[in-house]
Structure formats: structure tokens, C-alpha cells
């Protein structure tokens, strides 16, 4: 390859233009140490006058005595500049193998050179210090001894050149108390020849140079350390204290010169390239909310408010929630992987594309599905297999250890607390769209080697028995298909009560399983994790619908995409004998015989009966079977029983008015007659004529709607029999004949 350029791009913030960055440049650039420094420095130049209005000096001496002067003097030394004055001082002096300690150019040397400079720094910042008000300017000038001391124990170097030169300015006596101090060895040097003098050479200097520059950031940096407690000191002279708090007020007045460049680039936008600001966005987080164990699901409404604390103006800072939110006790306890396989073999998925659109090489419906378990465990775990994220095998790897997915759904309700009895179960579900109907007849087309819409008779078949036999069998099928879709399963008291078949119906937008739990089978009760394990946070009864992987037809491929708007479940108990039965002489129980009107039956005797099972639900039946015993075995029944007598009765003369128990009255109230039923029923039997029928059954279905369900009733709080009952109860009053049983002539 050639002319090959390679370059890393640019980036929409590295397109800005530096002139355009806010404070690219500032009109006053000078900061609070500099300011004071030069404070200082116009002081040496005012003449200080005395008592006696004598010229005495400057004011420099008074603010050099100032602790936060002396570290704003020390913060604001130019390293820079001595930098490029070091540098122009090594260009200009040539090299030489060593000077004299006595000869010319040893003065010359040291004389242009910037170290001497540095020293006599040094050693300012140091006597400045000796009049420090506070523990921070005590403790920057313990620095500065330290750092002088470790200056004057090198043996070679300017500070002894200048000492045995007699060119050293008068220094603080600091300079000469380390053991191997230079100057305390200047007098040895003196005395000796010139010629046993050492010289000094430019790398001397230089290495001086770094030393003493290095000195001076240390102190820089202690300074920077002890500035602030040094401000707020109040041990400050009054007119110090003054000049410090002018300082920081002219320092606000700066901040607005040096908002110059802000304007500059609100000028550009704004004007020349027309930009407007974009409006407020709103800051955005994530709330992790949990639901009190002991609290239902909670809704959180769109637009409610979250404190989180203040700004730094004092203001609340809220946040709202964008969308409604139901808090539920829903959490993460298992991860799986799905996959859908498409066995190329499995008939009549092959037969069927799951888009209808897309032709050949659209792809078949699934024929099974897999979940395959993924370990929640902690970040790090070494493990010894992979798995595949959307979990699909590699190719060739086989199936491997999968289990059958179990997709389904389940429906909790009170109304599947069915203790006894045969209990037929219907559940009722409602679709958006009838494409389950389509999909079950693209099945039968596939089947039947049909092209959809094609007629299903033949021309010139005037009987229609191709017609009706095709007919028969797309039923057929479509029954095959629905009744093995689900595996059904109800909560019961040992476990699982397993379903052993249903009974389908489908109809436009509407399906619907009936089936049948049968007398011998255990009580439906509620829903225990500890019992029938999942994680269902209910505690009604569970009927649970898995799809069938051993189905005719794969289900999922018929259920995919449905969409549910209603579901609904009705029971119907026969043969329950849990009830709770009341008289007006007391109670009565159903497991024994009992006179339903008492003893000595008359007008107005009546029996009352309920069902715990039933107090909660909303009912649409209520019958109560009764099973007579003793009575008269004579052709013809009562009327023949009671020839003697001075009356005329029938079997069906014998009525018993019916009302319900709603909000702690008896309904229909007043004077509208009641519905009544009657207490006996004649059967009519070959060779033996007409004779009462042991069996009867009183039906209250005309009043069912007026029936108020108590959600306060259940095992736990069964239904009873009192002044204070409210709902739950059919009476039945004996209401004719007035003859009665005989007790009444």
C-alpha cells in the first residue's frame, strides 16, 4: 500500500476553536498573591516619616512583617522568569574548566549569575518570618530553616564561592548552624594558597541553580497549604487586615474584566451565527423502589414528586416520575434461556410458515421449546460451561441437557375454594382479535392440502357429503388441536391436583376449558409456596394452564402474539355438604338427619342455610337438594295419608317462600309476594301408582342477584348463624298448607 495516511478523526469537541474557549485570555490576569506583592512593592517606594515628620525610611518594613504578605510574596516569585534569566546567563558565560576562588572572573561569574539572587530570597522570606503571628507562619518558617540548613551543607557550590570571594550579603545566622555549613568553612578556605583554592565551574552553578529552585517550589507548595488558615487568622494588624480585604474586593472586580472572553463568545454565537439556547432539560436518574411486605401493590401516578435534598441556593431539588408506576412484589429469582426448535421432521409445523408473507423461505413454526438454567451467582465465579445468551446450541453441539420450557399462564380467584363435591371448573378467555380462529383453519388447510379460500365443495356434488365429511373432519382436528393445548392444574390440599383432560370451545374471540374435578379428589384450597413451590405472590386458589410440549401441534405456535383483554372463571360445586343450617328451634347439621321446620312444623317455621364456601362469591345458582325420609308410602301421597281429615291436600300444595340475606335484611321485602318452591314431588311408578318422591330440589335461582357477597367469610373466618349476620343466607319458610302436617286442624 502506498501514500497510506492514517489519522485518529476529530471530534466534535476538538473542533472548537481555542480563541473561543471562555478565559483563552484574561484582561487582568494578575492573582491575590501577585496583587499583594506589588503592594509591597509600591510600599518601598512611600517615604515613611516619623514622629517628627522626619524622613525615616519606606513602608515596605510594615507589611513585609505580615505573615499573609510574606506567603502571597512567596506564591507570587516568578520561577519562570529566573528560569529564562538562568538561561540567558548560561548562554552568555563561556565555559571554563574552573575559575579561581581569587581570580576576576570568579566575581564576574558570580556577579551575573541568578543564584545569588535565590539566596539572598531565601534567606528574606525567613527574616520576614521571625515576627510570624500565628502557628501557620511559625510552622512555613520551621520549612524554610530546614531547607536553608540542607542548602548550606553542600561543600562546593556559589554560597562558598561568595564567601571566600567576601561578595556574600549579610545572611541570618541560620546559613552557618549545620554541622558541614559552607560559610562556617569559608575561614579554612581563606587561609589556604590560591592554588589549593577549589574552583568553580559553570556545572557548579547550574547544579546550584536546580537546588535552590527545587528549595523554593517546596516552600511554594507550603505556602499554598498555610494561605488560607493564615487569612482567617485575626491576628492581623488593622491596616494589613484592611489592605487584604480591599484586595479580595478588587478581586470581584476583576472576575467581571475577565468575563470579557464569555461576552466574546455570546457575541459569536448569538449574533453572527444567529444560535439560540436550547431550552432546560431536566436532570434524569433511576429510583429503585421495593413494596412493604405487608402492603398490596402500590401505584405510583405519573407526575409524583421525589425530594433530593437542596441546591446550593436553598431551593428543594424534586424530582417527578415521567410514567405510572405499580409496585408489586415481582422480583428476579430465576435467569433461564429460551429456545424455540424447529425439528425438521415434526409434522404439521413444517407444513406451516410463521409468516404467511414471506413464502418458502420463511421460517417453520416451532415444534418445542427449551429453557436452559443460568446460575445467579457473583461476579468472578469460575464455571465450567458456557452459556449461549439468547440459548441456542452451537452448531453441532447436539440438544445437550434442556428441559421443556413451561410456557403458560395462571388465574388466582376465591371462587376455587372448593372444599367437596363435583366441582365443574369453565375458564373463560377473551382475545383482541379472533386470530387463533385463522390460525386454527391455516392448520387444517395445511393438513388437508387446501389453498386458503378455496371452496370446500365440489361443482356438480349436489349432495354436499364431500362437504359435510370434509367439514366433520376440520372439527375434528381443530378438537384435536385444543383439547392437548394446555396441561392443566388446580392448588390442592397434598399438592398439584393434575387435570386429566378438558373440554374446549371456541367461538370468534372467545375460548373457554371446562372440566370436571371429580368427588374423590382433595379440597381446592389457597395457593402455599411452601406447598406447591413456584413463586406466586397470591394466597387464593392457582388454576394453572402450561402448554403441552407432548401436544398434536406445538402450542406455541397457535398462542404466539395473542393478545388477552378479559379472563373469567366459573365454578359449580354439586354435592356439597359443608353447610351451615339453622332453624327456628337451632342449629341443625347436614351430616345427621333433621327436621328442616322442626318438630311440630306450622306457618311461618323456616330453615335458613348458607355456605361458607359460597358466602364470598358472587353466585349465579343456588339449589338445595333434600332428601326426604319416612314419609308416607301410600298411592297417592299426603292426599291419601290425610283422607280422614277434613281437608284436601296434594303433594304440591306443601310451599315454602324463599328469601336472601343482603346487608342484614331479608330480601324482597314488603308487601310483593315472595318467590316460593315447593317442599314435595310426585313420581309416578309403573305398577305403583302415584307416590312422594324421597329427592327434591329447591331452587332459589329467582333471587340469586339480589345475593351480597362477604368478603370477610373464608376458612379462616367461617360464616355464622346470628343477630349480627349481614349476608350469606337463603331462607326457606314453610308457607302452606295452613292444615300443615295435621298439627294445625
Request: hydrophobic letters at 40%.
Given at each position: ?6 489519522r ?9 476553536l481555542?480563541p ?5 485570555f484574561?484582561?487582568?490576569?494578575m ?26 525610611g ?17 506564591l ?13 546567563w548560561?548562554?552568555?558565560t563561556?565555559?571554563y574548566?574552573?575559575?579561581s576562588?581569587?581570580?576576576?572572573g ?17 534567606n ?16 512555613l ?5 530546614a ?16 564567601e ?5 550579603v ?5 546559613w552557618?548552624?549545620?554541622p ?8 579554612d578556605?581563606?587561609?589556604?594558597p590560591p ?22 517550589e ?15 487568622s ?6 494589613v487586615?484592611?489592605l ?5 474586593q478588587f ?10 472572553t ?26 429503585v ?24 441556593q ?12 405499580r ?18 421432521y ?7 410458515p410463521?409468516d ?13 421449546a ?32 434442556h428441559?421443556?420450557a ?16 363435583e366441582?365443574?371448573?369453565t375458564l ?24 386458503p ?5 365440489r ?21 384435536k ?11 390442592g ?18 375460548m ?5 374435578v ?16 413456584e413463586a ?9 394452564c ?35 343450617l339453622y ?33 364470598s ?8 337438594r ?19 281429615y277434613d ?39 309403573p ?18 342477584h339480589?345475593?351480597e ?18 349476608n ?5 319458610t ?10 294445625e286442624?
Amino acid at each position: 500500500m502506498h501514500n497510506l495516511i492514517i489519522r485518529d478523526g476529530t471530534s466534535q469537541a476538538m473542533r472548537a476553536l481555542p480563541p473561543l474557549q471562555d478565559r483563552y485570555f484574561d484582561l487582568d490576569e494578575m492573582t491575590f498573591h501577585e496583587l499583594l506583592d506589588i503592594v509591597v512593592e509600591f510600599a518601598a517606594l512611600v517615604r515613611f516619616h516619623n514622629a517628627q515628620d522626619l524622613p525615616e525610611g519606606d513602608w515596605s518594613p510594615f507589611f513585609r512583617a505580615d505573615e499573609t504578605v510574606v506567603m502571597s510574596r512567596i506564591l507570587a516569585f516568578d520561577l519562570t522568569r529566573e528560569t529564562a534569566r538562568f538561561a540567558q546567563w548560561w548562554r552568555d558565560t563561556p565555559e571554563y574548566d574552573g575559575v579561581s576562588a581569587t581570580g576576576a572572573g570568579l566575581r564576574s561569574m558570580l556577579r551575573a549569575s541568578p543564584v545569588p539572587a535565590l539566596i539572598e530570597t531565601l534567606n528574606g522570606w525567613y527574616e520576614a518570618l521571625s515576627q510570624a503571628q500565628s502557628d501557620n507562619g511559625l510552622g512555613l518558617r520551621t520549612v524554610l530553616r530546614a531547607v536553608i540548613m540542607q542548602l548550606s551543607r553542600r561543600e562546593t557550590g556559589v554560597l562558598g564561592a561568595l564567601e571566600s570571594a567576601q561578595l556574600r550579603v549579610p545572611l541570618d545566622p541560620v546559613w552557618t548552624e549545620a554541622p558541614t555549613s559552607v560559610i562556617a568553612q569559608a575561614g579554612d578556605a581563606a587561609a589556604r594558597p590560591p592554588a589549593a583554592r577549589p574552583g568553580l565551574s559553570k556545572a557548579d552553578v547550574r547544579a546550584d541553580f536546580h537546588a535552590y529552585m527545587k528549595a523554593i517550589e517546596m516552600v511554594r507548595a507550603e505556602a499554598l497549604a498555610r494561605l488560607p488558615a493564615s487569612l482567617h487568622s485575626g491576628t492581623h494588624d488593622p491596616a494589613v487586615g484592611l489592605l487584604i480585604a480591599f484586595v479580595r474586593q478588587f478581586e470581584k472586580l476583576q472576575s467581571k474584566l475577565n468575563g470579557y472572553t464569555q461576552k466574546f463568545i455570546d457575541f459569536y454565537y448569538e449574533r453572527m451565527l444567529g444560535s439560540v439556547p436550547r431550552g432546560v432539560v431536566p436532570d434524569r436518574t433511576w429510583l429503585v423502589m421495593r413494596r412493604n411486605p405487608d402492603a398490596g401493590d402500590v401505584v405510583v401516578p405519573a407526575g409524583t414528586a421525589f425530594p433530593a435534598g437542596i441546591d446550593a441556593q436553598g431551593h428543594d431539588i424534586l424530582y417527578r416520575s415521567e410514567d405510572e408506576l405499580r409496585v408489586s412484589g415481582a422480583r428476579v429469582s430465576r435467569v433461564q434461556t429460551l429456545y424455540l426448535d424447529h425439528n425438521g421432521y415434526s409434522m404439521p409445523e413444517n407444513l406451516l410458515p410463521e409468516d404467511a408473507d414471506a413464502g418458502k423461505s420463511a421460517r417453520k413454526w416451532p415444534t418445542a421449546a427449551w429453557f436452559d438454567e443460568v446460575p445467579c451467582t457473583p461476579p468472578g465465579t469460575v464455571h465450567s460451561r458456557a452459556w449461549p445468551i439468547l440459548g441456542a446450541p452451537k452448531p453441532g453441539a447436539g440438544i445437550g441437557q434442556h428441559s421443556a420450557a413451561r410456557i403458560g399462564f395462571a388465574l388466582a380467584s376465591k371462587v376455587l375454594l372448593l372444599k367437596e363435591g363435583e366441582r365443574v371448573v369453565t375458564l373463560t378467555i377473551t382475545f383482541a382479535d379472533d386470530r387463533l380462529v385463522t390460525r386454527l383453519a391455516e392448520v387444517a388447510d395445511a393438513v388437508f392440502g387446501r389453498v386458503p379460500g378455496e371452496s370446500a365443495s365440489r361443482e356438480g356434488d349436489e349432495s354436499g357429503e364431500v362437504a359435510d365429511q370434509m367439514h366433520l373432519r376440520r372439527q375434528d382436528l381443530y378438537l384435536k388441536m385444543l383439547r392437548s393445548l394446555f396441561s392443566v392444574a388446580l392448588t390442592g390440599e397434598t399438592g398439584w391436583i393434575e387435570i386429566a383432560g378438558y373440554v374446549p370451545w371456541l367461538e370468534d374471540r372467545e375460548m373457554r376449558l371446562s372440566f370436571v374435578v371429580p368427588p374423590q379428589a382433595p379440597s381446592i384450597v389457597r395457593y402455599s409456596p411452601a406447598l406447591h413451590g413456584e413463586a406466586f405472590d397470591v394466597d387464593t386458589p392457582l388454576v394453572r394452564c402450561v402448554i403441552n410440549p407432548g401436544a398434536y401441534l406445538f402450542p406455541y405456535g397457535l398462542l404466539r402474539n395473542l393478545p388477552v383483554t378479559g379472563a373469567r372463571i366459573d365454578v359449580e360445586a354439586l354435592g356439597c355438604r359443608d353447610l351451615v343450617l339453622y332453624n327456628n328451634i337451632g342449629q341443625l347439621s347436614a351430616a345427621t338427619p333433621f327436621a328442616p321446620f322442626g318438630p311440630i312444623p306450622r306457618l311461618g317455621s323456616y330453615l335458613v342455610a348458607g355456605s361458607t364456601e359460597m358466602a364470598s362469591k358472587r353466585i349465579s345458582r343456588f339449589r338445595l337438594r333434600i332428601e326426604w325420609a319416612d314419609l308416607p308410602r301410600v298411592t297417592g301421597g299426603f292426599g291419601t295419608w290425610y283422607d280422614g281429615y277434613d281437608v284436601r291436600v296434594t303433594n304440591e300444595d306443601y310451599l315454602a317462600s324463599v328469601e336472601v340475606l343482603a346487608k342484614g335484611g331479608w330480601l324482597p321485602a314488603g308487601d310483593p309476594p315472595r318467590p316460593v318452591v315447593p317442599l314435595f314431588h310426585t313420581r309416578v311408578t309403573p305398577g305403583k301408582g302415584e307416590r312422594i318422591d324421597n329427592t327434591i330440589v329447591w331452587d332459589a335461582g329467582s333471587l340469586v342477584h339480589l345475593f351480597e357477597p362477604d368478603a370477610g367469610v373464608g376458612p379462616a373466618h367461617p360464616l355464622t348463624w346470628g343477630p349480627g349476620a349481614k349476608n350469606g343466607f337463603f331462607k326457606f319458610t314453610f308457607a302452606a298448607p295452613a292444615f300443615a302436617f295435621g298439627h294445625e286442624v
